[in-house]
């Protein structure tokens, strides 16, 4: 009588010649784990992430006074915090390990980390400190009214190019301004015009 191999048998079984244990081999290999730089002392842990767009602001919140910051970066400058995946690749002249770095896409552990690491002398308060190019700048008022604009008003020209999840940080970050500033009359005046969906 013939026997008939199952297919799990008949896979493990019937490997090319010597490539059973090849680390290279497609079927040998792992999925690359994802890893991180390890963070420093954070300068400001108590401002934490609202949100992002993940190209270039984000919305923090102090967590002691409930102030809200905004902050522009710019996204190619933040590859040290991006996650990576890492490949052993053999060793180098002297013997030591060598790898191949894969930087993945920023996600918002990369953003919180970046936005606790903003020293002290790039955090701002207001129009002034936003416009000279500070980090990270507390909202006031007249800030609010400029921010709530430019947003608005990005919304408008960009919103059939923006993902989902763009359009809803801007709309969010618009929503907390609003939240944070209810008796402003232009922000109110601003806030009665449509916002694109």
Do not use: C, H
Not at 72 to 85: G, I, M, V
């Amino acid at each position: 009588m013939k026997k008939i191999l199952g297919f799990t048998s008949y896979v493990s079984e019937n490997y090319p010649a010597g490539s059973e244990n090849d680390p290279n081999a497609p079927w040998n290999r792992s999925e690359p784990e994802i890893e991180r730089a390890s963070g420093g002392i954070k300068k400001n842990g108590r401002i934490s992430l609202l949100g992002t767009d993940f190209s270039e602001f984000l919305l923090g919140k102090d967590d002691v006074n409930d102030d809200l910051y905004v902050g522009y970066f710019d996204s190619s400058d933040l590859r040290e915090y991006a996650p990576y995946t890492r490949e052993y690749v053999g060793k180098d002249e002297d013997g030591y390990p060598e790898y191949d770095y894969d930087y993945l896409d920023l996600d918002e552990e990369s953003i919180s980390s970046y936005l606790s690491d903003i020293p002290a002398k790039e955090i701002g308060i207001g129009l002034s400190d936003w416009e000279s190019g500070k980090s990270l700048v507390k909202i006031d008022e007249e800030l609010a009214k400029e921010i709530y604009n430019d947003f608005r008003e990005f919304l408008k020209e960009t919103r059939w190019r923006l993902s989902a999840g763009q359009r809803d940080f801007y709309q969010r970050a618009m929503s907390e301004i609003l939240k944070r500033f209810p008796d402003s009359e232009t922000l109110v005046d601003l806030a009665g015009i449509d916002l694109p969906k």
